[in-house]
């Protein structure tokens, strides 16, 4: 068999993989981010459909209060990674579909983490508002469907007036480096639909996309999460995800993206898949085991690979 006909092959088992019901999270993803399906299709909108009632989601919920919080009331940023904001942004990854429960997360998390300007706290500490964390919920945000909600113009107002004022470069905050906040600001902007781009949007992506190419995949300040394959994305970036950010947002044939490619192609496994490396901390539930096949992390090496 020629190289390529292996490929085709090995492509087509991961694929098949991918998309086996018992797992209609990594489905629905592998249908529309990989196969580039309609939403609109019968089996993307039963896949979607089923994800509340399939682990992990399901798990995620039924640690969810009543009142929309996870742990407890109140700005949801503690204990990572079982507190409010953070299901928020794992369920989107997830694919979660919007729901009556993913409502009262999310007026929750308008209620206590977001302040007067529209920029969402990591704690009642009045400047701890990190980028990262604003460039994930609004990524979340806008893939939970509520892209148009006011609460969300008011947060993409404030991210675009500071990095207008202040730039990326001086913006790490916290456990935060300025080239992971970028990331997570692309991430968002990317996910912003064409008809809603405004010309303070288009900035912001112009200028966390430089800013991202200017920074090298191979100087990393030691940082070692850059190196390993994460799911699920909390406030830090894997290399992927700086790879995926900038795909998506147009570069995908830049060359300063080739070391990139070099690192993630030979973690590729001799099955087709791609393993997990890295979970951010204590989750509600069970994204798989380190070092073994991942569905997700598949899905995303297979997004920038195709």
């Known amino acids: ?5 292996a490929e085709v092959a090995l492509r087509n088992k ?4 991918l998309l ?13 981010k990989i196969l580039d399906r309609s939403e609109e299709t019968q089996e993307v909108r039963d896949s979607r459909a089923a994800i509340p009632q399939a682990a992990p989601a399901r798990d995620i919920l039924l640690a969810q209060y009543p009142q929309g919080y996870w742990m407890h009331p109140g700005i949801g940023c503690s204990p990572r990674y079982r507190a409010t904001l953070w299901q928020i942004l794992i369920l989107a990854q997830l694919g ?10 999310v007026d929750h998390l308008f209620e206590a983490n977001q302040r007067e300007d529209g920029a969402f706290r990591a704690s009642k500490e009045p400047g701890d508002v990190p980028m990262g964390l604003n460039g994930s919920l609004l990524w979340a945000l806008e893939r939970l469907g ?21 730039g990326l470069e001086s913006r790490g905050v916290g456990r935060e480096s300025p080239t992971q906040g970028a990331v997570k600001v692309l991430w968002a902007a990317n996910a912003v639909p064409p008809n809603r781009r405004y010309g303070g949007l288009e900035l912001v ?14 100087r990393r300040d030691g940082e070692t999460i850059w190196s390993r394959l994460t799911f699920p994305l909390t406030e830090g970036a894997d290399l992927l995800q700086w790879m995926a950010v900038l795909v998506d947002a147009g570069y995908g044939d830049d060359p300063r993206l080739a070391p990139a490619r070099s690192w993630l192609a030979p973690k590729r496994r001799p099955d087709g ?29 297979l997004a920038v690979s195709l």
């Open 14 to 17: 991961t694929l098949a993989w």
């Open 1 to 5: 068999m020629v190289p390529h006909l």
């Open 96 to 105: 979660m579909p919007r729901c009556p429960a993913v409502d009262r997360a």
């Open 146 to 166: 509520y892209g148009e909600a006011t609460a969300v113009e008011r947060a993409w107002s404030w991210l675009a007036g500071e990095i207008e004022t202040h």
């Open 205 to 218: 992506s112009r200028e966390a996309a430089a800013f991202l190419l200017d920074a090298s995949p191979d």
């Open 273 to 301: 898949a791609w393993p997990l490396e890295r979970v951010p901390g204590k989750l509600w539930a069970d994204v798989g085991a380190l070092d073994e096949p991942n569905k997700w992390v598949t899905i995303r090496a």
């Open 20 to 32: 086996e019901f018992n797992n209609p999270s990594a489905r629905y993803l592998t249908l529309t």
